[in-house]
């Protein structure tokens, strides 16, 4: 009997939601998604060990295993742990990049460099991760200090919600920067998975009949 081969993405939990969209979208199947919390975003050296643990406890049980990760500020550090495990990853350091685009990124980070970015995840979630999770509505005085050198705050859209827009403005108003949006979509990260997926499920395992 013949048997598709199957698939494990490790996802970082700030793009985990969009992951599984693409792939429910895609009727994709063999595949399990489980993913890292988001907010080791603020503590970017964990994630390598993150990662790696969900390697030794999943990745056996799979025919291959991808892992849906900018460097997100490891510094190498996870591509290290990829390596080791001749893993692939998504190309580009964070999800800014793999949404909008590397090219349309690097564009948009060179007109104008002091600019913090918000996807669709860190909108929802900025009270938590950013104001909470980096101290700044217990020391306000932070802000000025750590935002100094932003001018702009960018909102890139994975899907218009009026609400996450609403949000992403007040965000903007909090950190006392200039506000745009941008709708990305899936960009970049959706090929490359449906690039991945399809190399994948094209081989297929032979057991004995």
């Known amino acids: 009997m013949m048997q598709p081969a199957s698939l ?3 996802t970082c939990g700030a793009i985990a939601r969009e992951v599984m969209a693409v792939a429910k979208s895609s009727g994709w199947q063999h595949l399990k998604v489980t993913q890292i919390p988001a907010e080791l975003h603020n503590r970017p050296e964990k994630i390598p060990a993150a990662v790696e643990e969900r390697l030794a406890t999943y990745a056996a049980d799979y025919d291959h295993v991808f892992a849906a990760f900018g460097d997100c500020g490891t510094g190498g550090q996870l591509d ?9 990853r998504l190309s580009g350091a964070h999800c800014y990049e793999f949404y909008s685009g590397s090219e349309n990124f690097a564009a ?3 007109h104008e460099l002091g600019t913090f970015y918000l996807t669709d ?9 950013i104001m909470e999770g980096m101290g700044l509505n217990k ?15 960018v909102y890139l859209v ?5 609400q996450l827009d609403q949000f992403a403005q007040a965000a903007a ?25 399809s190399n994948y499920t094209e ?7």
């Open 173 to 197: 108003a909090k950190l006392g920067l200039k506000y745009e949006r941008v709708e990305t979509g899936y960009g970049q990260m959706a090929k490359e998975l449906a690039t991945h997926y």
């Open 8 to 10: 494990l993405v490790i």
């Open 203 to 209: 081989q297929v395992i032979k057991w004995p009949s």
């Open 139 to 153: 020391h306000p005085q932070l802000i000025e200090m750590m935002f100094a050198h932003y001018t702009k705050l």
């Open 80 to 88: 290290k742990v990829l390596q080791r495990y001749n893993i692939k």
């Open 108 to 110: 948009m980070a060179e």
């Open 121 to 129: 995840y860190l909108a929802k979630h900025f009270e938590q991760l």
């Open 158 to 162: 994975q899907e218009p919600n009026r």
